[in-house]
């Protein structure tokens, strides 16, 4: 029996004891192994390789016909497998085991794999394909988290987050419970937060190439470049954190002519400036004029809109743009 992962919650209606969850996306499968089943199981619960199975079929098909009276039952996750198995699932069946629930976990199975076949074909077994979550989903899904934990967030850091997660929604969420986190010290979430949050060396460095450049430290600017390989589907996230530095920059020097003391201007400004950065937007304010500013933000309007139209060539445009004032 086929049951859509859309459709997941039909499971705690069904009586099925064996189940065939298979496909790449693991943080889903993971997900729902630990909400549908061990979370509303009150047995034990076996976690098996494929192999584990294979070397001692026969010594846990005994166990497991051995049962006592007072057992709550066993939950086993059965992980990595394939069409090796089949010989135990059908020995499960044969002897008609009472009590557990099986969980068979597969990557990618072809249409012609046995293990795919005997699960769909069934009525008494739930086959369960897990397929990669697109942006959409993965977007959706984001939403809703921060819609209720009530944390806000830009848009533009929802879509650094989907980015981040590759495509399994596992990724997306160890990303989302980081930030609920964060949020429980601190009320506004802004870029930075996000690029220091995660424990990737890559953001640390595009969050240092963007202070590097508005600081105009030309010499640190070509060490983090030559040290690290950024990809060129990064290429619209170092222009986004220069153009939100930027952006803070401007309003910055336009608070500074109004007040005329810089350093009032850096302590009074909203969203407080973290003391550790105050001597580097002190560098920043003075390195650039208020028409430097504007036009540094129309460039890098201009080159996200090229370097999405040239994708290929697009760390060749970042670094030549990081390189020259």
């Known amino acids: 029996m086929i049951i859509k992962s859309f459709e997941i919650e039909k499971i705690k209606s069904k009586k099925n004891n064996l189940t065939l969850i298979y496909g790449t996306n693991q943080g889903y499968k993971n997900q729902v192994i630990k909400e549908l089943f061990k979370d509303l199981f009150e047995g034990e619960t076996l976690r098996f390789d494929e192999n584990d199975i294979l070397n001692n079929h026969e010594e846990i098909i005994s166990n497991l016909m051995n049962k006592s009276l007072f057992d709550e039952g066993k939950l086993i996750i059965v992980s990595r497998a394939s069409d090796k198995i089949l010989k135990f699932i059908n020995e499960i069946l044969e002897r008609k085991i009472e009590n557990i629930k099986i969980i ?7 249409k012609k794999s046995k293990l795919r076949s005997l699960f769909e074909k069934e009525k008494e077994l739930i086959c369960i394909p897990f397929y990669e979550d697109n942006d959409k989903s993965l977007s959706s ?6 819609r209720q934990k009530k944390i806000k967030v830009s848009q533009e850091i929802i879509n650094i987050l989907i980015g981040r997660s590759r495509g ?5 969420i160890n990303e989302l419970n980081k930030i609920e986190n ?3 010290t601190k009320k506004n979430i802004d870029i930075e937060d996000i690029l220091k949050l995660t424990n990737l060396s890559e953001n640390y460095s595009i969050f240092e190439l963007a202070e590097s450049y508005l600081t105009k430290n030309k010499k640190q600017v070509s060490k983090i470049l030559n040290e690290n390989n950024f990809a060129n589907d990064e290429c619209v996230l170092i222009l986004r954190t220069i153009l939100n530095r930027s ?12 007040t005329g003391n810089i350093d009032l201007t850096i302590s009074s400004f909203k969203p407080p400036i973290f003391w550790k950065e ?3 937007v002190k560098k920043q304010i003075q390195s650039w004029s208020d028409d430097e500013v504007k036009n540094m933000i129309y460039k890098i309007n201009e080159l996200e809109i090229l370097v999405k139209k040239n994708s290929n060539n697009s760390l060749n445009f970042v670094s030549d743009f990081v390189s020259n004032y």
């Open 247 to 258: 952006k803070r920059l401007l309003k910055l020097k336009e608070n500074q002519n109004q």
């Open 141 to 146: 899904m984001a939403q809703n988290f921060f």
């Open 104 to 110: 068979i976990n597969s990557d990618n199975l072809e």
């Open 278 to 280: 105050k001597d580097i």
């Open 168 to 172: 399994d929604r596992g990724n997306l």
């Open 182 to 184: 964060l949020s429980m």
